[in-house]
């Protein structure tokens, strides 16, 4: 690999420190290496290197996803399930990649959301961890009608509805008690967080099926309002009687993995380390 992009998240590297450390020794391995702020991403690029946490990741791999090129993360925050190299390791994991190339780049799907109001689309978005829709405001539930490939699922009064990819399965819907996938695989898996009724588990589905959430109006309420989120990030207001149809988005992210180290042996030191 000869040619690298940069995004940085500068809350967590305010003066560069980091970024103009692994940029110098970029170039001077004989690396092209441009920073974000100095313009767009090249036509011409192997590979963009993401200082920050997985929300700065998850953010590159939307603003990116019309380009084929693999994110390689680098963790400057406490805990990163997509980073692939620690801060600490960051010059000694490039050396490697350097010298012998990646061991494998992953292709992660991605998931497409469209909102709908009086049956038209008004808006469209993409996601690598998940679509969230929860309470805009306030204590109160939230009522939604859950459908699956046009087909009614249940109704469901809760805090909010999560639909996730494996990729996603070890974020907020892990903190929601929903299942841990291996993050290659390719599924929808819907969680509710907080329900108030006998549905309180998550349901995996194919990645053909296509899932519909619509906010319900709940009685003397009919002003109830809920947010839409795309990897905690964009976010659209929903009222009663708008839905959103999610379904495997036809672009996937590629993620550049350094070490032949497994999803499980990474999963237990995550976790050990929470």
Do not use: W
């Not at 495997?248 to 050990?272: D, N, Q, V, W, Y």
Request: net charge negative.
């Amino acid at each position: 690999m000869n040619r690298f992009y940069m995004i940085t998240n500068k809350n967590k590297d305010p003066e560069l420190l980091v970024t103009n450390k692994i940029r110098d020794f970029l170039v001077g391995q004989g690396r092209d290496c441009v920073l974000g702020d100095e313009g767009p991403l090249p036509e011409e690029c192997d590979c963009v290197l993401v200082l920050g946490g997985d929300g700065t990741l998850l953010q590159a791999a939307r603003e990116l996803r019309e380009k084929d090129v693999p994110l390689l993360g680098v963790n400057l925050g406490t805990l990163g399930y997509l980073a692939e190299l620690d801060v600490h390791m960051a010059l000694e994991g490039l050396s490697g990649l350097l010298s012998h190339g990646p061991a494998v780049i992953e292709e992660r799907m991605m998931l497409k959301g469209t909102l709908y109001r009086q049956g038209r689309p008004v808006s469209s978005d993409i996601a690598l961890n998940d679509i969230v829709v929860g309470r805009s405001q306030g204590f109160r539930i939230v009522r939604f009608n859950v459908y699956v490939d046009g087909e009614f699922l249940s109704a469901y009064a809760a805090d909010g509805l999560i639909v996730a990819t494996p990729t996603g399965s070890t974020a907020y819907n892990l903190s929601a008690g929903g299942p841990i996938v291996e993050p290659t695989a390719s599924l929808l898996m819907l969680t509710p967080v907080a329900p108030h009724g006998m549905i309180d588990r998550s349901i995996v589905f194919s990645d053909k099926s296509k899932i519909k959430l619509e906010l319900a109006s709940l009685p003397g309420r009919p002003e109830t309002e809920a947010l839409v989120g795309f990897d905690s990030d964009s976010q659209f207001p929903l009222l009663p009687g708008d839905f959103i149809e999610i379904e495997k988005a036809e672009r996937t992210t590629k993620i550049l993995k350094l070490s032949r180290i497994g999803f499980l042996e990474t999963l237990r030191h995550k976790m050990s380390a929470e």
